[in-house]
Nanobody, 120 residues
Framework: VQLQASGGGLVQAGGSLRLSCAAS????????IGWFRQAPGKEREFVAA??????YFADSVKGRFTISRDNAKNTVYLQMNSLKPEDTAVYYC????????????????WGQGTQVTVSS
């Protein structure tokens, strides 16, 4: 499966952005899709994930971010509200078969990143 992330940009603190992850392939619904982010000088970290039936979030984004998938469009969305300067990072979407994971090394396919910058 090939993934294409988009929707990043510059936003003020407290603002919102919606990231999209468009996937190729007819078996999209069998994949768990995760969002990760990497700030300069830091390791890539888990943000959120969605499987066929459930969603998962890092503690740092719970209550502010939501994740959803549209299987008809082969797309996963990450809605980011109440953004903070510490959310600034390159955001990546990734796919693995069926099951959720919060570990970078357990994802098989990665899209290119999209930059999110939150100004204070």
């Amino acid at each position: 499966v090939q993934l294409q992330a988009s929707g990043g940009g510059l936003v003020q603190a407290g603002g919102s952005l919606r990231l999209s992850c468009a996937a190729s392939g007819r078996t999209f619904r069998s994949y768990a899709i995760g969002w990760f982010r990497q700030a300069p000088g830091k390791e890539r970290e888990f943000v959120a994930a969605v499987t066929w039936s459930r969603t998962y979030f890092a503690d740092s984004v719970k209550g502010r971010f939501t994740i959803s998938r549209d299987n008809a469009k082969n797309t996963v969305y990450l809605q980011m509200n109440s953004l903070k300067p510490e959310d600034t990072a390159v955001y990546y979407c990734a796919a693995r078969t069926y099951y959720y994971s919060e570990y970078v090394e357990e994802y098989d396919y990665w899209g290119q990143g999209t930059q999110v910058t939150v100004s204070s």
